[in-house]
Each structure stands twice: as structure tokens, then as C-alpha cells.
């Protein structure tokens, strides 16, 4: 299948796997952030999580995949680490081997793309967030590899739904996004509301758009005690900022009476401008409210630790302004945990009434509320359990690369 302004893509010498489909190159772009850092640290959050169960299950399904990302170290420079599924992670240098912040990353998708244009050939160029899609679409159409996209935010969304006094995205990245997602072979959403966005704020042709939900480790991510302690305890979980609302969370919290309030456990590192500001915040805040000992932070946890923590839980709070898909409320779903979730776009496509609970209301009274509300039905809660479990069952890693591959072979020209 040959596309206006490409060349042919390479398919000649693609082989079979043994579910009869064929193997293809796959490089996932990831520039700004590297899989294999802590989700919850710094820039890295749920696509993280993503791209490298994607890249390990497309691996183990026989496909050769590389991720490409930004080397922020010199210890970086140079390195290829091959991941137990056979995937391999590789770091490009881009601009100075140290962190950069996101407003420094776009001087340097350019060079970041040459970088990319050196290596081996790939079938499908597949970038996560607009600056990698910046520095990887036009070595797709120089290669002859097919592009694809996943925004994983889409800043018009974003900015619509700002928390106070938090920065808007700018124009640029508004621009790169419409651009990309008219331009891309093939766009991949992870819900319905957010592939209306790119419809009808970017323009993108409604065939180009696949919904692809995310799936969960449901070995990691699994039912364990929780409710065994005198104190029950709730959790918010990400980097802690203003977009994730864990002010919100305390708020509530403080509306509680002390026979019936939580303990809450925020998960989760500072991130991005202005973070260290909202977190003094945070703690000045718990403090006025009387809840030193009612709240803890625990910082980014290990991905065993952060799915121990969950499942001791009687509810995983998602109070964000907005959400690509809330992977964390299919993890707590994993773990037969409801959730107490803003209906912000995103969570309205994730969370379901027999999950957990959706709150219109951002006021304080009424996530109380809610949260006292579930607290005190003990039975309504382990029904929402047992959906849950069987909701989260559903959602393999597996079944979401199988879906990608299949997307890649067809947007690809593969014969």
C-alpha cells in the first residue's frame, strides 16, 4: 500500500509468527521520558506503564521492537538494554545529556529525529506524546515507515480544564498536536472521549482513529487485605501537582469525622513547574486542617510496593482535573478496589457506577460525601469488588498489543 508523500514502505523481507500475522520492526518513541523510569518521578506516569508492557508483549509475541528515548545522562549515552521479553530500549542524544524540563524538550526533537534517521529501518514509527511525534514523523515519511500517534494527553482538553493557577499548554504544542494528528497514518486513543478530541479539535479523519483501552498486570495488581486494619486507609496515586488534585483528597478528608475518616497515603513525587510550590501547599494545608496524623506521603513506590499499598486500600481517590484514561483506576480495579473518581474525560470512560463512584461536584463536601458514602456499605463495597475484578480481567496487556499489531500490519502496507 503506497501513501502520497512516502516512500514504499519495507516489507519484503517482514517473516511470519506463529499466529499467522507478520513480524514487524516496531520503534515506540518515547523522547521525554524512558520506560524503565518510576512511575510517579519526575515526567514518568501511566505511559510509562504503557509503553513498556507494549513493547514487552509485542516482543514476546514475536515482533522486533525497540524504544527509542532521550539519553538525560551521560551514563545514558550510547546505552541499548534489552529487556527480559527481548524488546530493547535505546537512548538517543538529544541536546545535553541531563534532565530538561518539558518547555527546554522542543529545541531538541531535531536532533533527536536525525539520531533516529541513523538507525535501522523500521516498519511503524510509533510516538508517545507530541514532542516524540515531532521528531519521528518525518523520518517515517523519509524511511517509508508508517507513523503512528498517541497523544496520551491532548492539550486543547488540557487546557479546558485546568486546575488554579496552573500554566496552560501552549500554543506550540496545540499546533504540533493538530498538525500530527492529521498527518499520522493511523491515531491511537486509549477512550472514546479522548478520540472525539482529535476529531473535532485537530481534525483528524474519524478512520485514521483506533481506540485501544490499556490493559493491566493483573498478577501484580491482584486483591489483597485491604480493611484488615481498626483504620481503613485511601490512596491517591501520581505525581503530585495541581493537574492530580491531591488537595481535593485532603480537603475531603478534613470533612470527615474522625470515627469514620481514612488514612490517606499520597503516591507520588513532585513534577513539572510549580510542583514544589503546590506540594508546600499540600503540607501547609494538612496541617491547617488538623491531619498531620491522618495523612502520609509515601513518594514513588516501586511497582510491587504501589500494588501492595492499593490493595490494603478500602478506596483508590482519582480527583484529577483530567485524565487520558486513569491506568490507576484499572489497577485499583485489578486489586478489587473501588474508586471515588472525578467525572473529568478520561475517568468517565474508565470507571463504571459498578466500580466505584463518579463526582460531578469538585467541592469538598461532596467527595466527602462520597467517600463516606462507600466507607459505611461495606456490602455495596465488595460488590463493587468482585466488578471490578472482572472488569480488570478483561483488559490484558496481551489482547492490547495483539490489537496494536494488528493496527501496525494494516497501516503499514504489510502483503
Not at 507478520?22 to 520506560?35: A, K
Request: glycine share 10%; proline share 6%; net charge positive.
Amino acid at each position: 500500500m503506497h501513501r502520497a508523500g512516502r516512500p514504499e514502505a519495507r516489507h519484503h523481507n517482514l517473516n511470519r509468527i506463529p499466529d499467522g500475522g507478520l513480524r514487524v520492526r516496531i520503534g515506540l518513541v518515547s523522547l521525554h521520558t524512558s520506560p524503565l523510569d518510576t512511575p510517579g518521578r519526575g515526567d514518568a506516569g501511566g505511559m510509562n506503564v504503557l509503553v513498556r508492557a507494549l513493547a514487552d508483549e509485542l516482543a514476546r509475541a514475536g515482533h522486533r521492537v525497540e524504544v527509542l528515548t532521550r539519553a538525560a545522562s551521560v551514563a545514558d549515552l550510547g546505552r541499548v538494554e534489552t529487556l527480559d521479553s527481548g524488546a530493547r530500549v535505546r537512548f538517543l542524544q538529544a541536546g545535553d545529556a541531563a534532565p530538561l524540563g518539558k518547555e527546554d524538550l522542543p529545541r531538541v526533537t531535531g536532533e533527536f529525529g536525525r539520531m533516529l534517521a541513523g538507525l535501522h529501518p523500521f516498519d511503524v514509527l510509533h510516538s508517545h506524546y507530541w514532542l516524540s511525534g515531532r521528531a519521528a514523523l518525518p523520518v517515517a515519511r523519509d524511511t517509508g515507515a508508517a507513523h503512528v500517534l498517541s497523544l496520551h494527553t491532548v492539550a486543547v482538553v488540557k487546557n479546558a480544564r485546568l486546575a488554579p493557577r496552573d500554566a496552560p499548554e501552549p500554543q506550540l504544542r496545540i499546533d504540533a498536536e493538530r498538525m500530527l494528528s492529521r498527518r499520522s497514518d493511523a491515531v491511537v486513543t486509549s477512550t472514546r472521549s479522548e478520540r472525539d478530541a482529535v476529531i473535532v479539535a485537530y481534525g483528524a479523519s474519524p478512520r485514521a482513529v483506533e481506540v485501544i483501552p490499556p490493559g493491566v498486570d493483573t498478577d501484580l495488581f491482584r486483591p489483597g487485605s485491604a480493611g484488615a486494619s481498626a483504620k481503613p486507609s485511601v490512596a491517591v496515586v501520581g505525581r503530585v501537582q495541581p493537574l492530580k488534585a491531591q488537595d481535593l483528597a485532603v480537603r475531603a478528608m478534613s470533612r470527615l469525622a474522625p470515627g469514620i475518616r481514612p488514612h490517606l497515603y499520597i503516591a507520588g513525587e513532585v513534577s513539572g513547574a510549580g510542583s514544589e510550590r503546590y506540594r508546600a501547599e499540600l503540607e501547609r494545608l494538612i496541617e491547617a486542617r488538623g491531619l498531620t496524623g491522618d495523612v502520609t506521603f509515601v513518594g514513588a513506590l516501586p511497582r510491587p510496593e504501589l500494588a501492595q499499598l492499593m490493595a490494603a486500600c478500602a478506596l483508590v481517590l482519582v480527583p484529577s482535573h483530567s485524565e487520558t484514561y486513569g491506568l490507576v483506576t484499572l489497577e485499583a480495579a485489578a486489586c478489587g478496589v473501588p474508586v471515588v473518581a472525578a467525572a473529568a474525560p478520561g475517568l468517565v470512560d474508565s470507571v463504571s457506577g459498578a466500580m466505584g463512584v463518579l463526582v460531578r461536584d469538585r467541592s469538598e463536601r461532596a467527595w466527602a460525601a462520597a467517600i463516606e458514602g462507600l466507607l459505611r456499605d461495606p456490602a455495596r463495597r465488595a460488590a463493587m469488588a468482585r466488578a471490578s475484578v472482572t472488569h480488570a480481567h478483561g483488559h490484558s496487556w496481551k489482547a492490547a498489543a495483539a490489537h496494536l499489531a494488528t493496527l501496525y500490519e494494516r497501516v503499514g502496507g504489510a502483503n
